[in-house]
C-alpha cells in the first residue's frame, strides 16, 4: 500500500484515480507521496520514506525544491492543467482595469434615492472607463497562462506585444502569429496600455514591477498579476498608484496595505478556482505520482529529468544520483556482482542531477544497499512488475 498525504483539498476526481493499492489521507507521517495546492511545505521536515511531491498546479514556489532535490524527492507539477481558468480570470481582470465595474456596482448599493433609475443616470458618469479594443497589452512570460491571454486578447482586438526569453517550443507554436515579438521587456513596459505578468517567481523575476519598470510605462497603464506577489513591489505600487502613474492595479495577490488602497482590484487567488481546473490539475498530478511510484516514471518535474520507459522485466531498478562520470559503471558492476542481468537501462540527467533506471528480471535484495553505498548515490529505489 502506497500512502499519500493531501495537505490540501484536492479534486476527488483525481484522487479516485489511485485506486485500490493506495491509501490517501491528510494525517500520514511516513507517507510515500505528497499532493498539495499552495500550502507551504518550507517548514515541513519530510519524513524518510517521501518519495516525491506533486504540486496541483504550475506555482512551485511553495515547496523547498533544492532541498527536495538533495533528498532525492522527486517535485512535480501540472502544466498547463489550469491554464485556461487562469486565462479566463485575467481576461476578467482586464475588463475590471478597463471599466470601472467594481466601483460602480459599490456605489449602486450606496443609492437612497427613492428614483433608483435617475440617480443612476446623474451618478454614472463618475464610473467612465476606456473599451480594451484597439489598445496595447503587453504580456511578460508566454507559458501556458501567457499565450492563452495573448491569443484571447487579440480575439478581442487589442494589438498584442508579448516577451518570453526562454520561450518553449510547445508554447511557440500555440501563440498567434499576430503577437509581436519584443526582445526585451522594457520594449513592452513602454509599449503597453495594459501589462499581464506569467512568470514563475524567482530570483529573476522578483520584484520585476518596481518604480524603476513602472518610470517606464505609459502614464495610465493598468497592470494585471496573477501569478504571484513577489513579481511586484508593493511599496513602489502603492505609491505609483497614488501618482497617478499607474491608473489600476489587479491582482490576484493582494495584502492588507493594497487591499486599502484606491484603485486596486484583490482577488483572493482564484486563477485556478474553477471546478474543472482543479479535476484537471488532481487528475495530471495523480497520474504522474501513479506512474512514477510503480514504474519510475518521470514527466513533468521541476527538478528531475523526463525519463518514461515501458515496463519490460519484473524488476525496475530506479537510482536518483549526482550527475557526474562513472556513475553507469558502478551500477554496472554492482548489478554483475550481485548476477543480475541487465535488460534495459535509461539514464537521463537534469543539472546537478541525474536518474537511471535499470530493468532486469533478476533480483538480489541488498541491491540498493550496495549502489547506495556510493557518494554520488543519492537515493535508489526496487520496483517490482509482478506486485501490480
Ligand atoms: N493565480 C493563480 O491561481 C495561478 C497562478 N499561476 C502563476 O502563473 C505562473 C505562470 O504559469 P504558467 O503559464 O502555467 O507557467 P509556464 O511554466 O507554462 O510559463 C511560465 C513562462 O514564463 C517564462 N519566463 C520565465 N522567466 C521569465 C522571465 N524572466 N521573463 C519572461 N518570461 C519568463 C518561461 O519561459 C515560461 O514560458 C506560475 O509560475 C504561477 O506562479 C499559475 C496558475 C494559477
Ligand atoms: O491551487 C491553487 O488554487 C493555486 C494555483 C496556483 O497558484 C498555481 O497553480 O500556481
Same mark, same amino acid.
Given at each position: 500500500?502506497?500512502?499519500?498525504?493531501?495537505?490540501?483539498?484536492?479534486?476527488?476526481?483525481?484522487?479516485?484515480?489511485?485506486?485500490?493499492?493506495?491509501?490517501?489521507?491528510?494525517?500520514?507521517?511516513?507517507?510515500?507521496? &505528497?499532493?498539495?495546492?499552495?500550502?507551504?511545505?518550507?517548514?515541513?521536515?519530510?519524513? @524518510?520514506?517521501?518519495?516525491?511531491?506533486?504540486?496541483?498546479?504550475?506555482?512551485?514556489?511553495? &515547496?523547498?525544491?533544492?532541498?527536495?532535490?538533495?533528498?532525492? &524527492?522527486?517535485?512535480?507539477?501540472?502544466?498547463?492543467?489550469?491554464?485556461?481558468?487562469?486565462?479566463?480570470?485575467?481576461?476578467?481582470?482586464?475588463?475590471?482595469?478597463?471599466?470601472?465595474?467594481?466601483?460602480?456596482?459599490?456605489?449602486?448599493?450606496?443609492?437612497?434615492?427613492?428614483?433608483?433609475?435617475?440617480? !443612476?443616470?446623474?451618478?454614472?458618469?463618475?464610473?467612465?472607463?476606456?473599451?480594451?479594443?484597439?489598445?496595447?497589452?503587453?504580456?511578460?512570460?508566454?507559458?501556458?497562462?501567457?499565450?492563452?491571454?495573448?491569443?484571447?486578447?487579440?480575439?478581442?482586438?487589442?494589438?498584442?506585444?508579448?516577451?518570453?526569453?526562454?520561450?518553449?517550443?510547445?508554447?511557440?507554436?500555440?501563440?498567434?502569429?499576430? !503577437?509581436?515579438?519584443?526582445?526585451?521587456?522594457?520594449?513592452?513596459?513602454?509599449?503597453?496600455?495594459?501589462?499581464?505578468? @506569467?512568470?514563475?517567481?524567482?530570483?529573476?523575476?522578483?520584484?520585476? &514591477?518596481?518604480?524603476?519598470?513602472?518610470?517606464?510605462?505609459?502614464?495610465? !497603464?493598468?497592470?494585471? *498579476?496573477?501569478?504571484?506577489?513577489?513579481?511586484?513591489?508593493?511599496?513602489?505600487?502603492?505609491?505609483?498608484?497614488?501618482?497617478?502613474?499607474?491608473?489600476?492595479?489587479?491582482?490576484?495577490?493582494?495584502?492588507?496595505?493594497?487591499?486599502?488602497?484606491?484603485?486596486?482590484?484583490?482577488?483572493?487567488?482564484?486563477?485556478?478556482?474553477?471546478?474543472?481546473?482543479?479535476?484537471?490539475?488532481?487528475?495530471?498530478?495523480?497520474?504522474?505520482?501513479?506512474?512514477?511510484?510503480?514504474?519510475?516514471?518521470?514527466?513533468?518535474?521541476?527538478?528531475?529529468?523526463? !525519463?518514461?520507459?515501458?515496463?519490460?522485466?519484473?524488476?525496475?531498478?530506479?537510482?536518483?544520483?549526482?550527475?557526474?562520470? *562513472?556513475?553507469?559503471?558502478?551500477?554496472? *558492476?554492482?548489478?554483475?556482482?550481485?548476477?543480475?542481468?541487465?535488460?534495459?537501462?535509461?539514464?537521463?540527467?537534469?543539472?546537478?542531477?541525474?536518474?537511471?533506471?535499470?530493468?532486469? *528480471?533478476?533480483?538480489?535484495?541488498?541491491?540498493?544497499?550496495?549502489?547506495?553505498?556510493?557518494?554520488?548515490?543519492?537515493?535508489?529505489?526496487?520496483?517490482?512488475?509482478?506486485?501490480?
Amino acid at each position: 500500500m502506497y500512502k499519500i498525504k493531501t495537505m490540501n483539498k484536492i479534486s476527488n476526481e483525481g484522487l479516485k484515480l489511485f485506486g485500490d493499492l493506495y491509501e490517501v489521507d491528510d494525517k500520514f507521517e511516513d507517507e510515500d507521496a &505528497i499532493i498539495v495546492r499552495s500550502a507551504k511545505l518550507h517548514d515541513y521536515d519530510p519524513p @524518510h520514506n517521501l518519495k516525491a511531491i506533486a504540486r496541483a498546479g504550475a506555482g512551485v514556489n511553495n &515547496i523547498p525544491v533544492d532541498a527536495c532535490s538533495d533528498k532525492g &524527492i522527486v517535485v512535480f507539477n501540472t502544466p498547463g492543467a489550469n491554464a485556461n481558468a487562469v486565462k479566463e480570470l485575467v481576461l476578467c481582470g482586464l475588463f475590471l482595469s478597463s471599466r470601472k465595474v467594481v466601483e460602480g456596482i459599490e456605489w449602486a448599493k450606496t443609492i437612497e434615492d427613492d428614483d433608483f433609475g435617475k440617480a !443612476v443616470e446623474a451618478g454614472k458618469k463618475q464610473f467612465v472607463g476606456p473599451e480594451i479594443d484597439g489598445k496595447t497589452l503587453g504580456v511578460i512570460g508566454l507559458g501556458a497562462i501567457g499565450v492563452a491571454v495573448a491569443n484571447a486578447a487579440i480575439k478581442l482586438g487589442m494589438h498584442v506585444v508579448g516577451y518570453d526569453p526562454y520561450i518553449s517550443v510547445k508554447a511557440a507554436w500555440g501563440l498567434s502569429k499576430w !503577437v509581436k515579438h519584443a526582445t526585451t521587456p522594457e520594449e513592452v513596459y513602454r509599449e503597453a496600455d495594459y501589462l499581464t505578468i @506569467h512568470v514563475p517567481a524567482n530570483e529573476e523575476t522578483k520584484n520585476m &514591477i518596481n518604480k524603476k519598470t513602472i518610470a517606464l510605462m505609459k502614464r495610465d !497603464v493598468r497592470i494585471l *498579476n496573477f501569478a504571484r506577489d513577489a513579481l511586484v513591489n508593493t511599496e513602489d505600487m502603492i505609491t505609483a498608484l497614488k501618482k497617478e502613474q499607474v491608473a489600476k492595479y489587479v491582482t490576484d495577490f493582494g495584502n492588507k496595505d493594497l487591499v486599502n488602497t484606491p484603485n486596486v482590484i484583490v482577488m483572493p487567488h482564484l486563477g485556478a478556482s474553477t471546478p474543472e481546473s482543479e479535476e484537471n490539475c488532481a487528475r495530471m498530478a495523480v497520474t504522474e505520482l501513479k506512474d512514477f511510484l510503480e514504474n519510475g516514471n518521470i514527466q513533468n518535474s521541476v527538478n528531475m529529468p523526463t !525519463v518514461v520507459e515501458a515496463r519490460a522485466t519484473n524488476y525496475r531498478v530506479c537510482i536518483i544520483h549526482k550527475n557526474i562520470p *562513472n556513475m553507469l559503471a558502478v551500477f554496472a *558492476n554492482a548489478f554483475a556482482k550481485k548476477g543480475m542481468n541487465i535488460e534495459n537501462m535509461v539514464n537521463k540527467a537534469r543539472g546537478d542531477i541525474a536518474y537511471t533506471i535499470i530493468d532486469t *528480471n533478476d533480483l538480489s535484495e541488498d541491491i540498493t544497499k550496495v549502489i547506495e553505498k556510493h557518494d554520488g548515490v543519492i537515493r535508489a529505489r526496487v520496483i517490482a512488475k509482478a506486485v501490480f
